[in-house]
């Protein structure tokens, strides 16, 4: 086993995992953040997105060990207390979720490239989300949300 220590959504976070335990398998098992999904556990589908440094990255495909010194971000982390992040408000606006498998992955995705990009043209947006899958909504609603909460956040700032 092996001790990490960590900041988890500007939490700093002790855990012990098995070298070979992912870092999906250790924050929903370990620290039940259970907004990460396990959809393909090959790094295909984003559901398990997360945010490592600032980097989104499948968390199917990262070791919990590797979390060690690292700043995670998870779904968990987007809304301040019972205040919904303004993504997280379109996407409900636009109706931009229906099963909740993808969604957690497509909201982290959406903030890490808000944050790098506040002004996204529709085709960034469809690029920066190409690796998150989504199987019910048809993706429309989803570019929509993304846009109208660049262009709130933009005007709030």
């Not at 992912?22 to 039940?32: E, F, K, M, P």
């Not at 440094?53 to 199917?60: A, E, I, K, L, R």
Request: proline residues 3%; negative net charge; glycine residues 10%.
């Amino acid at each position: 086993m092996i001790h990490v220590t960590t900041t988890i959504n500007g939490d700093e976070t002790e855990f012990v995992c098995d070298p070979r335990e992912t870092l999906l398998d250790v924050l929903r098992d370990r620290l039940s953040l259970t907004g990460a999904k396990e959809g393909c556990g090959t790094g295909d589908c984003g559901a398990c997105s997360v945010t490592v440094d600032g980097t989104v990255v499948c968390s199917c495909l990262v070791l919990g060990a590797e979390a060690e010194g690292k700043e995670i971000g998870t779904v968990e982390g987007i809304a301040t207390g019972e205040d919904l992040h303004p993504i997280q408000q379109k996407f409900l606006d636009h109706a931009a979720l229906q099963c909740g498998i993808c969604t957690p992955g497509i909201l982290v995705a959406t903030k890490a490239l808000l944050e790098k990009h506040p002004d996204p043209t529709e085709t960034q947006v469809r690029y920066w989300l190409a690796g998150n899958l989504c199987r019910c909504t048809g993706y429309d609603k989803i570019i929509r949300a993304v846009m109208d909460a660049a262009k709130d956040m933009r005007s709030a700032a």
